[in-house]
């Protein structure tokens, strides 16, 4: 009890003054005067009775209540007076005038704050505690009372309600006078201080923020530590197992305003001050270091703020030896508390936003089993191991709950869906979180599938395909692809059109350039197989959404990178091709895929070519058009300058390329863009030889590939061509296989690629004079032939789908007569001094015969060639002409027999007038060719 007097306060009163102040400040008048005191006076009065009579100082400042409501009365009452009044308004809408103020009240409260203090400054023990008590609860009624006043700012508005109170004079006095107590106080004992805050926030929170957040941006350090000391001892008295957290701890909820109003300045401080008492409470010690633990999860609890700020700080700080100590701390505590504190774990978790991604892989990292290879000393426990094992089920259990469970969409249209912070923080981690699930560890990728599950379910629609389209992009084997399709299969039953989402994406991030030149032939090669491997289910839904996306997918057939090519190529040959495909778009695929395979074959790349074959033969099968559209453009790509060395041709060097600084020709130029006049087959005929001033036409030159590269290019181009000239659903290379319309065609595109200036009308066969008259265009099919040794393959082919060879006719045609005037010319030389023209006569004989232009007698004189003289072999040649100008090659000469074409020459009069000069022939080197007369018999 106070019982003394300070020293120096005030100068010594009569018994009897003393007498008359008391009288005075009980009755509110002065006895010697009769005159009712003033509020001044009265204060006055009861300051001087405060500084002789100390034993009333309950009265006297229970009394100074009243002068400081009356003080921010008159403040507020001045302040509403500046702002309300309108001089042009009217009297009835003219507000009501405020109250008037008091004067001189100002003073008083200035008066009270020096007396306080010079008692604070003799004995801080004893008056420090009542005052700061006194002030702290005076203030909490003050903004209580005046918090509905019109024109005071929102309580959320903690800024203008600051200035506002700290520009009013009494409020300030009152401030100040606290923070002198405080830090009077605060190097000995200021929890006493700091509990008259705590209950004060309390009771008068939030219009009481303003003060804590003053006094705490003022005293962070101390405010902190002790708002936490005294809240944890509050936690220990009050702590009750059958209330609630926030009902049984009167001072949690205040503890938990005053961090969070400091937390926005002074984080790092409460996270530290946070981080010890952790730390402490794991060391034995007392029943509060015990409690520490539950106290610290209950203020995270109650404050999303306060555990965001904590949480990355405090998984960082869980070492192996941490752990060991907490695991240690956790088994004497009895089990209802424990599991209570494991549940409550787990629901911080769910809230847990900012230092999610680093609490789920510390989880996982811990839970995970032990392996041989760990450091001894970075090793757990296998009680803190299974006890995350068990927070990481629990976790994954309770979201699911939460996503499941979420209000909106089943009949409740008005309900906000209920917000998950945890799956919110990982929605940024998408990838990660699908990296991480894609390295298979044991138990760990379980783990992370729900979780993407329940994430893509979540946070719907966007999440589930772009998962997806990470995981095709990601999976570089069976095992990690099938995750994917795990996740559709969890996922397709809640989300319709996933599958089409998601191929979407994928089409979106490649032609966007967001994927590496490797990660877009991954996700292609993916997407193949999985609609190559899954009939049904993602298999089918992806390949159906793939074939609305051919014409992207087709531009990357001209992808820079090879893989990407063939992986797109493969990808085509698994979609579903819509039966009526658009023109533009079936062209586009088309001179794609040619062009890629002829690319593929330059690269020797076994496996792509396969893939652009299989599918030209899909999109040649498409329509008759997509047919014909294949056909040309293989026959034109392999005749062209650049791939004729694929098949064991030739290519020369333009007319146009020039020395080095030779200047420009305009000739060249017209040339080159068409625009001069072609003479072909006129006397106005010109033979180019070269250019004057640059010598002679250079030689050809060989670009040719090594034999067996030749032959397996060969094999492929003729097998493929085979393919598309088969009848539907038979395999072609067989006469009866091929259909004559497709071999027909092939025939036609053939003709005009080797010589575009003929028509296909030219199937009659003129004399042999005729050839003088188009000896140019001969020199052309003959030049085609020469560097060109594919033409004689594909004639091959052409002769099987009889009668398609006659519309070659002029190809046949031209070339025999350059054969006929090389042979007329080399008459004094030996056959096989130009085996080049050798096995053109050969092959072209043998080639007729097969198409059945000529009767097997005739075809077979292409056996002895090689053992005859020049001349002899024109003789041959010469008949070959004369029987196809006596009997044209018209495809009416054909007949349909036994699903066949064939032509029956005993029809079409008597072969023997043809024979003479072959057994003429035969019998003038019978010593040589006598093995080979019984061929030649009608």
Known sequence: MIATQPQGASPQISPQELSRQIKSFLSGSDPQLGHKLSPREHARCSLLLL?????????????????????????????????????????????????????????????????????????????????????IELMGQLSSKHACRQGMPHSASLNELLQLWMSCGATRVLMDIYTHCLSTMIGSCPDACVDALLDTSVQHSPHFDWVVAHIGNSFPSTIISRVLSCGLKDFCAHSSPAEAPDKRVPKLGSVVGILGHLSSRHGSSIRQEILRMFHESLRPGSKQQRATLPYLLQLAALSPSLLGAVCQDLVDSLKPATLAQLQQHCSTLPREELENML??????????????????????????????????????????????????????????????????????????????????????????????????????????????????????????????????TMAQNSEELGLAVQLHAVLSSSMQGLAQAAVTRCVAQVHAGALTDKQAFQLLQNLALIVQSEEGGMGRETGIALSEYLSDIGQLLLHSDPGVCEAACLLLCCCALPSSLPPSQLNLLIRSSCHLLFHFMHLRSSAGVSSCSRLLLRLCRVSPIGRKSVLHELVEGSLHEGNAGLFGGYSSTTVGNKLEGAAASLLESNSHLGSTVDFSGSVWSVFHAGVIGSGLKPEEQSRQSGQQEIAENTQSLISLLCGCC??????????????????????????????????????????????????????????CFSRNPLLFQLLHLIAQGRPALCYCSVLLRGLLATLLAHWEASRESSVVGSPWHLQASSDLVSCMGEGQLLPPALTNMHEMFSLLAPYEVRLLLLSVWDFVKENGPFPQRFTFQKGAFSRDF?????????????????HRNIHRLGLLSGRFQL
């Not at 009243?66 to 500046?82: A, G, I, M, T, Y």
């Not at 023997?912 to 022939?921: L, P």
């Open 51 to 135: 500084r002789c009579l100390p034993s009333a100082r309950h009265a006297v400042l229970e009394h100074l209540r009243s002068v400081f409501h009356d003080s921010v009365s008159s403040f507020l009452n001045e302040r509403d007076s500046q702002d309300t009044h309108p001089a042009s308004s009217s009297s009835s809408q003219r507000r009501a005038p405020p109250a008037p103020t008091i004067p001189g009240l100002d003073e008083v409260t200035q008066e009270v704050q020096k007396v306080l203090e010079e008692f604070i400054k003799l004995n801080p023990r004893a008056w420090a505690p009542l005052i700061s008590a006194w002030s």
């Open 343 to 472: 549940n409550l774990s787990v629901h911080l978790a769910c809230q847990t936003s900012a230092g999610a991604p680093r609490l789920l892989r510390f989880l996982l990292d811990t839970a995970m089993p032990a392996s041989v290879i760990t450091t001894p000393g970075l090793a757990v426990h296998d009680s803190v191991r299974e006890a995350c094992d068990r927070i990481v089920r629990l976790l994954l259990l309770r979201l699911q709950k939460q996503v499941y469970g979420r209000p909106g969409g089943r009949g409740a249209s008005d309900a906000q869906p209920r917000a998950v912070p945890f799956l919110d923080a990982m929605r940024s981690h998408l990838p990660e979180l699908c990296a991480e699930m894609l390295r298979l560890e044991r138990k760990r990728h379980l783990w992370l599938h729900q979780l993407l599950g329940l994430l893509c379910v979540y946070s719907s629609p966007s999440c589930a395909p772009e998962a997806l389209c990470i995981l095709l």
């Open 726 to 783: 088969a009848k539907k659903g038979e395999e072609g290379g067989l006469p009866e296989s091929l259909d004559p319309e497709a071999v027909k065609t092939l025939a036609v595109t053939l003709t005009e690629s080797a010589c575009p200036d003929v028509t296909n009308s030219e199937l009659a066969w003129p004399p042999e004079e005729h050839a003088r008259t188009t000896v140019q265009r001969d020199l052309v099919i003959y030049k």
């Open 906 to 922: 005993t029809r079409e009069g008597d072969p023997a007038k043809y024979m003479g000069i072959v057994y003429s022939v035969l």
